[in-house]
Structure formats: C-alpha cells, structure tokens
C-alpha cells in the first residue's frame, strides 16, 4: 500500500494561493465530476455540489469541512493551505482506522490526497491552477430554485 505523505515542515516550498472555488473546480477536474459533481454557477456552499456524486455524503462533508476548516465566509474565500492538508490527512488516518473501510471511499480520498498535495504545495507546474476559469470544466447542473 503506498501512503500519501503531507509534509507540512519544508518551508522552502512556495504555497499556491486559491480560492476555495478554485480548489474544488480543480479537484472535480482531476478526479472526475461523478465524484465531485460541482454546480458552476453556485453562489452558496449548500449548492455547490449536485446530489449525484458516487459517495454524496462523504464528499459533501468532506467539500463542507474543507469549506469550514479555511473560515470561507463565501465561496471565492481564499483556502488556508495547511489547514486544509491538516484536514486531509486527519479524515484519512480516520477512515483507515476504520474497521469496515470501503475501499472506493480510500481511492477517492487518496485522489484528494495526492492532488491536493500536488496543487497546494506549489509543486504542481503544469498548468495554472490559480488561474483556472469555472467554465473549464464541463457544463454539469444548472442551479433551480
């Protein structure tokens, strides 16, 4: 099994600063929309995210503590890096803990791992993840009140 390691302690390492939106709308990118099915026209976080993901409340409350644990007061509120690899890193060590894992539920919390990882810690150089339009990503649920 390879771990995921989410070494907080280099400081030579140059944090990318996103918003919260940012990050989501990446990460939904990179592991796909039926995992992180993200609303683009969203304007609060209770309709961020349509009810169709693969794991909905897992993700929902994972997308939410993420949310809360950087203090966004909206949506384009900039995410506080450490806090949300801390987060990261706790809800894995819980959900390894566990005695009846889903083991889907530890791929896809691996994948928030990694990229997040990848993309908060400066050492994702492929492209411009901070300067990543929404409409990137493909049209998935239009916002109905």
């Known amino acids: 099994m390879a771990y995921i390691s989410l070494d907080l302690t ?12 940012q990050y989501i709308h990446h990460l939904a990118k990179k592991i796909g929309l039926h995992q992180i099915p993200v609303v683009l026209d969203a304007t609060e976080i209770r309709y961020f995210l349509s009810e169709d993901a693969v794991h909905h409340d897992f993700v ?3 997308v939410r503590d993420i949310y809360k644990k950087s203090l966004c007061g909206h949506l384009d509120a900039v995410i ?6 801390s ?11 566990e005695n009846n894992t889903d083991i889907c539920r530890v791929r896809l919390m691996n994948q928030f791992c990694e990229i997040s990882s ?7 150089q492929q492209e411009s993840v901070a300067d990543s339009a929404p409409e ?10």
């Open 136 to 145: 990137e990503l493909p049209e998935r649920v239009a916002l109905t009140e």
């Open 10 to 21: 280099e400081s030579n390492r140059q944090l990318t600063k996103m918003t919260f939106r």
């Open 80 to 85: 506080d890096n450490k806090k949300t690899l």
């Open 118 to 124: 990848e993309i908060l810690t400066g050492e994702y």
């Open 87 to 97: 987060l990261l890193g706790m809800v894995r060590a819980a959900l390894l803990a």
């Open 60 to 62: 929902t409350a994972l």
